[in-house]
């Protein structure tokens, strides 16, 4: 069966960067849709970023442009979300997700029937 398994979540200061990764399995064609989204307490889960695993083509949130970049492993089947320039806003609890084709790359969660266990992110002032 499908998994997904985030890593690399940790704490750091405003202005501090981390590298998450979700190393992913099960997939006889590793060419699906996965995203990054995040949820802070009390509010609604929110996408962060998305893309089409194997393509170059990729959306981001408004509110990561300039700071978050995806990036692919291939050989190890794992999407990396490299964070810089972190603030304290960025604090939640940050999930992988996936979806088989016909799929499209986008950072609305109802596009995604796979998610992992999620990796904490806490941004300190």
């Known amino acids: 069966q499908v998994q997904l398994v985030e890593s690399g979540g940790g704490s750091v200061q405003a202005g501090g960067s981390l590298r998450l990764s979700c190393a992913f399995s099960?997939?006889?064609?590793?060419?699906?849709?996965m995203g990054w989204f995040r949820q802070a307490p009390g509010k609604e889960r929110e996408g962060v970023a998305a893309?089409?695993?194997?393509?170059?083509?990729?959306v981001y949130a408004d509110f990561v442009k300039g700071r978050f970049t995806l990036s692919q492993d291939s050989a190890k089947n794992t999407l990396h979300l490299q964070m810089n320039s972190l603030k304290v806003e960025d604090t939640a609890m940050y999930y992988c997700?996936?979806?088989?084709?016909?799929?499209?790359?986008?950072?609305?969660?109802?596009?995604?029937?796979?998610w992992g266990q999620g990796t904490q992110v806490t941004v300190s002032s």
């Open positions: 099960g997939y006889g064609d590793s060419r699906v849709c």
């Open positions: 893309l089409f695993y194997g393509s170059p083509y990729t």
């Open positions: 997700a996936s979806a088989a084709r016909p799929c499209s790359p986008q950072l609305d969660m109802r596009g995604y029937n796979f």
